[in-house]
């Protein structure tokens, strides 16, 4: 009886291999587990956000507060990664956004609630005898703090939207975490068009309702605004 559960367990987790965000890479370390990322929700489950309009969208936090993240120095152009736990298995778009701290408030403290957020990168895809993204199948996902905003504390979100089951409604997945970080050498000002997570997707966007297979779009456009260039 036991080996028979362990191995259905086994084939369930080999089926639906999600995965969490928990580490960064930052000057060529990576972070431990939790350190600079507010803990997630799917911690242990490694489970997707599905209702684009929850609260989770924010960060996906198990609890509010920091919850003993601690914030990482960085600077303006400076490359750094985050680390997809075991990887990224499904299709999908990648994107990372930012959030200044308001005034009065840190990495730390600030909740990410409201319109606060702006996308800094978006991955597209390759449309050729199917969609296919550079992120799938990758661990380490490399992004590059703009040079172009001001210095000071800020939260990274990081989204994956797995599509492989999207085809209706709430089917797509969302693998989301929030890492803080104090960036420094930065120029410029804030974007203008700020947004609210949740409230930047709606549940019906063509982005997040698509099927991927059959028949294979022709063309793909990931959810909410075009990233910020510098
Ligand atoms: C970040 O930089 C500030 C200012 O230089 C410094 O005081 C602080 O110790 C640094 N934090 C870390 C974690 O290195
Ligand atoms: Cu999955």
Known sequence: MKATAA???LASVAVDAHYVFKNTVIDGTKTGDWVNVRKTANFQSNAPVTDVTSAQMTCYQL????????????TAGQKISYVATASVTHPGPLSFWMAKAPDGETASSMTGKGPVWFKIY??????????????QGKSVLDLTIPKCIPSGDYLLRVEHIALHSASAVGGAQLYISCAQLTVSGGSGSVPSALES???????????????????VPTNYKPPGPDPLTC
């Open 7 to 9: 191995l259905v367990l």
């Open 63 to 74: 609890a509010t507060g920091s919850e003993g993240a601690e914030t990482v120095n960085v």
């Open 122 to 135: 978006q991955d597209y895809p390759t449309v050729a005898a199917g969609l296919k993204w550079p992120s």
């Open 197 to 215: 997570i949740p409230g930047v997707y709606k549940p019906t966007d063509p982005g997040l309702v698509v099927n991927i297979y059959y028949p």
